[in-house]
């Protein structure tokens, strides 16, 4: 992987949507991985931010939680992939051993991103914000997508680098 300035990073900040990358939660020994495709990147308290929606029920949260680092993976997606990453949970799962992928570590910021990917973002978690039903103002939205009450938790992380494949 070459590193490269942040400031180069541009193509993808508009397509969370349709990239679906893949989010690696936790440290080193312990993490876990799934697709995210709500989301984006701004500038926010002077720093290139980006912004994630876990739910509370996903193990990743656990790790989201647990954790203060996190990677954002950018990858040549596989229908068995989105099926492990977008649909499995990793606490019946080893997704990484199940589609052949692999997880890096990096020893100095304690994480772990995906070997296999084309881009990757280390981010920093700075806030983490619970969201509530009374927050929305379109009860269509709460209707729509959190009737089972399984709410979204917003987590605003810095990035601090960004790699791209050789
Ligand atoms: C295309 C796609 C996008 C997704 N985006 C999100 C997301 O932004 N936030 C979220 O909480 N779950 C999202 N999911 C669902 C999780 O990836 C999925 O539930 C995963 O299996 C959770 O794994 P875990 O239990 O190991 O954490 C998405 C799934 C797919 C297929």
């Known amino acids: 992987m070459l590193k490269k300035s942040i400031d180069e990073f541009n193509s993808v900040f508009l397509d969370i949507k349709d990239k679906?990358?893949?989010i690696v939660a936790g440290n080193k020994d312990n993490y876990n991985?799934?697709?995210?495709?709500?989301?984006?990147?701004?500038?926010?308290?002077?720093?290139?931010?980006?912004?994630?929606?876990?739910?509370?029920?996903?193990?990743?949260?656990?790790?989201?939680?647990?954790?203060?680092?996190?990677?954002?993976?950018?990858?040549?997606?596989t229908p068995q992939i989105i099926d492990y990453f977008g649909t499995k949970s990793g606490r019946d799962f080893d997704k990484f051993k199940e589609t052949n992928l692999h997880a890096s570590i990096d020893i100095d910021r304690n994480l772990r991103s995906i070997a296999e990917a084309n881009q990757v973002l280390k981010c920093n978690k700075l806030c983490a914000i619970d969201l509530s039903k009374a927050s929305f103002m379109l009860p269509e939205i709460?209707?729509?997508?959190?009737?089972?009450?399984?709410?979204?938790?917003?987590?605003i992380a810095e990035i601090k680098e960004y790699l791209i494949k050789e």
């Open 33 to 77: 991985a799934m697709m995210v495709n709500w989301g984006g990147f701004g500038h926010l308290w002077n720093k290139k931010v980006c912004f994630i929606f876990v739910r509370k029920n996903r193990y990743t949260y656990e790790f989201m939680e647990s954790f203060n680092t996190f990677t954002i993976n950018f990858l040549d997606l």
């Open 142 to 155: 709460v209707e729509k997508f959190y009737k089972n009450d399984d709410m979204h938790v917003l987590y």
């Open 20 to 22: 679906c990358p893949i």
